[in-house]
Structure formats: C-alpha cells, structure tokens
C-alpha cells in the first residue's frame, strides 16, 4: 500500500470513528431528553394507579374537599376531608411568599444592576450555596430555633405554627427566585438602560420604570417558581407546623399540609386499604396543582422569550 493510500486509509477510520462517536453521542443526549418526560409520565401513572381506586370506589367529592375533619383511621366514622389541609398548605405557602418575594427581588436587584466584580459573583455563590441547604436542616432550624424564639417574643404556648413554617420555608424559596428574577433582570437590553440614562432618569428610575417593567413576566414566572416550591415542600412543614388538623386563625395556630400528611402517615399505612389510597389521592391533588403552577411559569418564560426574538 502506497502512502498516499494509507493516508486516506487513515483518515477514513479517523472520519468513521468520529461519525460513530457522534451518533452514540446524539443517541444519548435523546435518551437523556426523553427520559425526563418518561419519568413524569411514569411517576403520574404510578401515583394514578394507586390513588383512582380510591377515587372510583370510597370518594365523596363533597367530603373530601368539602368537610375539614381528616380522619382515616377512625373506628367508628372515617372522614376524608381535605379542607383543613388544603388551608394549612395554602396559608404556610402564602406566608411564605411574604416573606421571600421582596427579600429575593431586592436581592436580584441588587446582584444585577448594583453590585459589581467581585461582590457580584461572591453574592451569587452564597445565593446558590444557600439554595444547596438540605430541608431537613432548614426543619432542625425550625424545630430548635424558631420554635422557642416565636414562644419567647410572642407569648404563646407554642411555637411550631404557621408563622414558624411559613417564615423558614420563605427563606427555602428565596434563593431560586433570586437566582431567575436576577437571569430576568440581565436579559433585558443594555440599550433599555442606555437610553434611559441619556434621557436623564437616575439608576433608580431606570430600574423602577424601565428595566422591572420589562422584565415583569421573568419576574411573575420566578415568583410561580417559588409558589411550586414552597407548595412541594415536605420536611419544613411537616417538622416546624406544628402538624394539627386546623383552620387557623392566627399565624400562630399549628396547621397541617398535604405533604406532611402523606409523608407521615403512607409509610405506617397497610398497602393497598382504604387509607393507602386515599393518601395517593393526595399526591394527584397535590401533583395537579404543582404541574399547573410550573407549567404557568414556564408559559411565561416562553412568551418571555418569543417577545425577545
């Protein structure tokens, strides 16, 4: 063989190595795309199976979003109300969203438009570091210092509540609405600020009338975001709510969430009874309204990014 042959020989296999490493790449990247809405698909479909028995057999529809008692395990009358969960859940989420919306838009403000360099990327750290806290510490938070701070500043006799929950999981979901309020806040055009400025408007005239205002939807979908996250939590509610079956008053009133619930009675539960399903019955509940408030916010983004084309 002539070396000119080998050559091309050479390249040959150097060209068919590279085009059978770029399909085994691609394939994987598909399987990898795909598998993601197999496993929704997948985890919808278990929870479906195990939750519509219940719901073509025992539920009430009246009852269970109609009554507040939740009692399972009754030997005398068993009542599957979901009233009082459903308030307790909304309530801590709710609270929760006062406290950490303004605290992470001022954030993403500040990192955005103020801070610079060094403190810029120093901040976005700690925001991401604080994102990485495991929930169960942010429950022993809860649990060991909340707990006697609320009773000590409030007076009341006890300090796993509303206001315990409500405040720890705020601060759970302020790192990630940081993190895309302040992604919004960047995607706005520079010339937005530009022309602003020539115009004479101050630093805080171009942020409070040009560049939140463009950036509103980004804004609105991280706030979504937030609301999924706080709705989905399970360890903070269930460890610093105080975990009673109550329509609260006050702030200061212990409640329970539908994720707690599940959490702390499916694994005491005999698989496949009335009260199994029923807690499954939970998760589609609880599984509809998270997929609604995520694919609301990412409607959102979408349009966010159509407009920008």
């Known amino acids: 063989m ?78 599957y109300g979901t009233v009082a969960l459903i308030v307790g859940t909304a309530s801590i989420t709710g609270l929760a969203m006062v406290v950490s919306i303004p605290f992470s838009l001022a954030a993403a403000v500040f990192i955005g438009e103020f801070a610079r360099g060094r403190t810029r990327e120093t901040l976005k750290v700690l925001v991401e570091l604080l994102a990485a806290i495991p929930s169960v510490v942010w429950g022993f938070i809860g649990l060991s210092i909340m707990n006697p701070l609320i009773i000590d500043t409030f007076g009341v006799p006890i300090g796993l509540n509303v206001l315990n929950a409500g405040v720890i999981l705020g601060l759970m979901a302020a790192p990630i609405m940081t ?15 530009e022309a602003a400025e020539a115009l004479g408007a101050t630093r805080w005239q171009v942020i409070r009338k040009v560049v939140i205002p463009a950036a509103r939807n980004g804004l609105v979908a991280a706030v979504l975001l937030g609301v999924g996250r706080g709705f989905g939590e399970t360890m903070v509610v269930l460890m610093a709510s105080g975990h009673a079956v109550n329509l609260p008053d006050s702030v200061f009133d212990s409640v329970r969430a539908l994720t707690a619930t599940i959490a702390a009675e499916l694994g005491e539960t005999a698989v496949g009874s ?19 408030i995520n694919l609301t916010a990412d409607v959102i983004v979408r349009g966010i990014r159509r407009k920008g084309r």
């Open 274 to 292: 009335e009260h199994y399903q029923a807690l499954f019955t939970l998760g589609i509940l609880l599984f509809a309204v998270t997929f609604a």
């Open 2 to 79: 002539t070396r000119d042959a080998l050559a091309r020989s050479r390249d040959f296999d150097r060209r068919g190595a590279a085009w059978y490493m770029d399909r085994a790449v691609t394939f994987f990247v598909f399987v990898g795309g795909i598998s993601a809405i197999l496993f929704i698909v997948g985890i919808f479909a278990f929870i479906a199976r195990e939750g519509f028995g219940f719901v073509f057999t025992e539920f009430d529809a009246g009852e269970f979003f109609g009554s507040i008692a939740w009692r399972p395990t009754s030997m005398i009358e068993r009542t």
């Open 179 to 193: 993190t895309i309020a302040e992604d919004a806040l960047k995607a706005v055009p520079d010339g937005y600020r």
